[in-house]
């Protein structure tokens, strides 16, 4: 087993090589890694949910949906957020989607396994209604353009500065998050996952714990529209439909649930393959399919599973004949 | 323990490898000209899509490819009918592919997502299909390196509210697509129909999208003369067909898109004697447009839409510029001026583009009518024009700068005085 | 505002309700027995159309479409559930249809080729066969991880089916918006004290009833409908007295299927056929799940009308807040009753 230590360097490594590669790429690469990585804090966000409590949400957009929404409404409405307030608008962002958590989660958490599935697909589904119908507010279908980036001493409208914002909010929410999911608190929603009975026997309060995770994560969702909103430049009810959800839950299992670092790989895998290998052949999404179809099959823990899966094959290599011959009896 | 640290790292650093390969395609950069082209070629409106690039594809067929001496290459990417998309879309082909101008764009949302980037781009967009009116009226000057060759959303529905006065209609029920495109197709005929005197009674705002009109049929009012509805995509094959199932007695007009020809061989008896106006006609009793409908239908399958046309000569205008610069792209300021001076007679008739960079051309009023035409043996639904409009500018019957100086058509603009 | 607007109101929402009830009753049923939430559920109600359409072509006859198509896709249901969902027995059949699925896309991978129309037969074919055989052997080397016993991976298989669904009927079907076009006879309508109801209305309700009572006597009057009944209330229980969940599964999966496709082909004429249709129309089948009750036949019927009659009325009657009017009863039934109107725990 490779020790922890070992396992944050090669991240930190990693991040420090995107860090440094990606800006000397052309821009549309700039740009298609600065989506992921926006995306990925939303991923990121779910991963707290489905791989350390074992809630399986299929609402996250709405999250996201709430800081887009938000920041595209201060700043084309209220001139708001463009400059130095820029920040406030993030803090907005945050409170917005742990707001919505708390009322959502005040209806979700009783439900556990399937159950929560759809709940939080039908609460996902209320704020796609509104965004898509609230005209108004939302500019429907349509969306809200927002024709300009922030600027305060810097410029975010250059696509590099804009890039090296984004990864530093990743960063920090993948800092925060590894912390989180490391405290006393996290090991004990993990314990909620694994036996979460138990834990009540113990005399954990397993809806509390449950509840501020769901919180913790709709605030790093609303972080995550945010930046959205400016990396697109339009927020609309496509950010909220039901497959956008979908495609974070993909991600983070592609990846590997319970890892973080695993939903970043998915984000990246599936945004490549979605507006990368789009331009290059219209048969992508068979591959996108497919993808999805053997990591589910083959690789239950995604692709940070991979190890894992080596080594319990050395290990298993010598049940193998066994194996076959009960496969041939069923056959 | 090495080969999982390698694996791991090499999954990590995938994105990193494609985007070395990224930058070597687009290093090699020949003497062509590369014109982008986004259409909706997946998704709900991918027949649309389809009708976009086959248009601008079969000009290019004819030319060879060939635009005064310059190869062109087109590179079409797939906007999916989402703004959000086509904007990456259009990055790509911006910062990757480093087009020399872009084409296309369909709903008025999207044109008015992509204008900006052309702008911070510097990068030539001809607007062959989004017919948001602001992008030629009064966001204009955000937007220097823009230029339409089809037309604003209100263009063909100024004059048309004027012919419905004209037929004696007094009070009107409009029914539109709930997005840009709507707001300004209604709002355009709102204007000319209650300049002379008509009154919209009533406005019902169904989704795009929307299949099942069972909610929004009943509530039109039961006092009206006539019902103008506007349709996008498959919205207009179901609205006509559930109107006349819910026993619908009034006469009905229909905005530009509702009968085009994309959807109007699809589309059953009931839709005979709609009304509706439009730069183009697939009937157009023309030489020039009976040969392209023929050569159109021979090589696509099926009768050309007015998507057809309007790439078709976009693609026609920008081949008469790139041959007055003998193969050589001027820099975008100097194409968008001469593609500005062009005067074309193409398959819609005469157009020359205003100093507000879009087209002043003939709007057709076309009736639905079950007959044959141009020699072809079954009794098909064609788009007969009953009435032309010559010349017609986007501001049609009203003074541009008292137009300019209202706010551009929204949902309760102008607003509804007789509902 | 007046009478004829509320009935024909409630004549239009009790329609979409009847077609709602097709595609959600199986769906409910899928739920109640496998506990698998079926995101590819809309897929089959887009394919039931596609079918539809096809058999429309060339045989005319829309009589035909509807079984013809209804069954198509019961079989494809039945193969997704046999091959992927329960995964025992059939292995080497579901490597070589994987296997083969990759062997396409990598031999058009190495040809450059953009679309099948392009594809040069003579080249693709001994390329993917020699992909096929290479990737077949490679995957009898992988083990399958159960996946029976973990209903979130199952959710997410059938997404990825969804996908592939979509891709699929886009190159089958083109990216065309097609119609289906009822007989004549049923696009006429019925007047009724000055109001008019379309009689395709009238006949989808009627078709939500026959089935609706076909399925209650297959559910209370067959062995099969007992031995789904069983299972619905508690698997392990079911299993233990010699039911064969497995058979069950597979027969609602079908079933569902069935069901879904049917829908298609029936809603199909007012709603059309087009890419997307899928997931436009899915979150409205969970809808009626969700608030009849998962696994529920009752609670799928009254659900459907419910969903029916809101998405109706609140269109009608409150346009900007309409899909929220439709969603939030939703949600706010879950929180007091997270199984459902119906659903039993």
Redesign the interface.
Known sequence: M?SQT?KIM??V??LA??AI??PN?????I???T??LAFAILVMSLDIL?GYTGL?SLGQAAYLGVGAYMTAILATKYQFGLGYDFWLVVVFGILGGAALAAVFG???I??S???F???T???G??V???A?????LTG????I?L?QRPKFGIDL?NEVTFFYLVFAFFAVSLLAMYVLVRSPFGRSLTGIREQELRMKILGYNTWLHKYIAFIIAGGFGGLSGVLWAHT???V?P??V???TS?DA??MA?LGGAGTL?GGV?GS??VF?LR??L??L???W??????V???T???L?SG??G??ER?RQRRL?SSNKAA?SKK?AA?? | MTGNLLRRLKTVLLGGALAVGATATSAQQQEELRIGFLAPTTGIFAQIGKDMVDGFQMYLDEVKGDFGGVKVRLIVEDEQGKPDTAVTKVRKLILQDKVHMFVGGLLASTGYALAPESTSNKTVYVVSVAAADDLTQRDLPKYPYLIRTSWTSSQPHHPFGQWACEQGYKKIVAIGADYAFGYEVVGGFQRGFEACGGQIVQKIWPPLGTKDFGPYIPTIKADADAIFSLMVGPMALQFPKQLAAAGNKKPVLGGGTSYDEFVLPAMGDEVIGHVSPLQYSAALDTPKNAAFVKAYRTKYGKVPSYYSESNYTSAQMIHEVMKANKGKFPGPEAFVKQLNALKVDTIRGPVVIDEMRNPVQNIYIKKVEKKKMFGYEKDELWNTVIKTYPNVNQFGQFKKDEFLATPVYDRNYPPCKHC | MNLNFWIIQTFNGISYGALLFLLGSGLSLIFGVMRIVNLSHGSYFMLGGYVALTVIWTTGSWALAIPAAALTIAVVGLVMERLFLRSDGFESVRNALIAIGIAVLISLAIGGWRTFAEVNWMQFIPVAAVAAIAVFFLLGRISVIAIEADPLRQVLLTVGFAFLFQQAALDIWTGNNFDINPPPALTQSIVIGGVYLPLYRAFMIAVALVIGLMLWLVMEKTRMGAAVRATVDDAQMARGVGVDTSRVSMFIFALGAFLAALGGVIGGAFLGIYPGLDFEILPLAFAVVIIGGMGSLGGAAIGALIVGLADNFGKALFPEISYFTLYAPMALILAVKPTGLFGRE
């Open positions: 490779v070992t090669i991240v490594a990693a090589a995107l590669i990606v790429t052309n821009s549309f690469v740009l298609l890694a989506r992921a489905l399986a005040l209806l979700a009783r439900a396994g399937t159950y599935l759809m709940i697909l039908a609460l589904q209320c796609w209604g509104l898509y119908r609230w005209n108004s429907g279908d349509n969306g353009n024709r409208a697109a430049g339009i609309s496509e950010n439909v039901l497959t979908v839950l993909l299992v670092v790989i990246f895998i490549g507006e990368y789009s331009t052949v219209p048969w999404q068979y591959v996108l399919g497919g999805y179809v053997l589910i099959l083959y239950p692709l940070m991979i190890p080596i298993a194996d496969l069923a056959s």
